[in-house]
């Protein structure tokens, strides 16, 4: 069976540091793959998603950025937070084409301070 | 992007109450999805339906998928305490493979 893992779990950055959040699925090949952020208010937002090694689609100009240097990781980073960076970061899968069903992980809590 | 407009926001609802919750949209959609999300965590997907007028049950959930495609309801049977969280609808457009997601409904569960 698949499964999907986030680190860490939760993290607390000073302004102006930089992040680096980590994904990996297990148990699929070739997944697409998806970073939110969902902020107090509960919507959840696409920052960026993947189709592939290298293949980087970017929903929203920001502070972020995407790199999938594995079939199966998905990283987010940043090189300076903001404060407005703070929230729940959440990363998804889905099979690969069509990924109608996304499945999410455990998601990891950035407070930004 | 797509706009999936959720209602109710929130609820209070007694234990062993039924609860029913709606999305719809504008759009056409292929794709409905239904996810559950405790405080803290990922979403949990509950029921996905894939058919125009699908109607699939998971334990006491039941799910629908709207015939015009631009709408889904869920209904929680019996209340338990352990349906407490937020529910969230999700929708897939063709040849789409980015979700749009509504707001979230807020349940909350009195003994």
């Known amino acids: 069976s698949q499964t999907i893992h986030q680190w860490p779990a939760t993290l607390v950055q000073p302004v102006g540091s930089p992040l680096s959040l980590e994904c990996t699925v297990e148990g699929t090949s070739n997944p697409n793959l998806y970073w939110y952020r969902q902020a107090a208010g509960r919507g959840l937002q696409l920052l960026f998603y993947?189709?592939?090694?290298?293949?980087i689609s970017s929903e929203v100009p920001q502070n972020l950025s995407a790199s999938r240097p594995q079939d199966r990781q998905f990283i987010l980073s940043s090189k300076k937070l903001l404060l407005s960076d703070s929230g729940f970061y959440l990363c998804?899968?889905?099979?690969?084409?069509?990924?109608?069903?996304?499945?999410f992980g455990p998601g990891t809590r950035l407070l930004v301070l | 992007g797509q706009q999936l407009n959720q209602s109710p926001q929130s609820m209070f609802i007694q234990e062993g109450e039924d609860v029913s919750m709606n999305c719809t949209s504008s759009s056409i959609f292929n794709t409905w999805l239904w996810y559950k999300q405790d405080p803290g965590e990922g979403p949990v997907l509950l029921i996905a339906?894939?058919?125009?007028?699908e109607l699939t049950s998971n334990g006491r959930l039941t799910a629908q998928f709207g015939i015009t495609r631009k709408d889904s309801f869920l209904n929680i049977s019996a209340s338990i305490p352990s349906d407490v969280g937020i529910y969230f609808c999700a929708g897939l457009l063709y040849g789409n493979n980015r979700l749009a997601f509504g707001k979230g409904n807020q349940v909350v569960v009195i003994p």
């Open positions: 998804a899968w889905s099979m690969a084409p069509g990924g109608e069903t996304q499945y």
């Open positions: 993947s189709v592939g090694i290298g293949q």
């Open positions: 339906l894939y058919k125009a007028g």
